[in-house]
């Protein structure tokens, strides 16, 4: 039986995102850069993904 899966999506200033994107790195067992646009990272339980919008970046996190 699969667990649910608690999805939350926010669209942050660039400035700020990428302030959260440091402070997660810092405990992230994984970062991934996948391309020019899009970051992910993984702690062991959450993946925390940020794609770069024109003038935004879009912060996606799925906690299983």
């Given amino acids: 039986m699969n ?20 402070l997660l790195k810092a405990k992230a067992r ?3 850069q996948l391309n020019e646009y ?4 993984f702690d062991g339980q959450s993946v925390v993904t940020f ?3 024109e003038n935004d970046i879009q ?3 799925i906690k299983g």
């Fill in 30 to 32: 994984h970062f991934i």
């Fill in 59 to 61: 912060v996606e996190m």
């Fill in 3 to 22: 667990k649910p899966t608690n999805k939350e999506t926010y669209i942050l200033d660039d400035t700020v995102a990428f302030d959260l994107m440091e």
């Fill in 38 to 41: 899009v970051y992910r990272l």
């Fill in 51 to 53: 794609t770069t919008l």
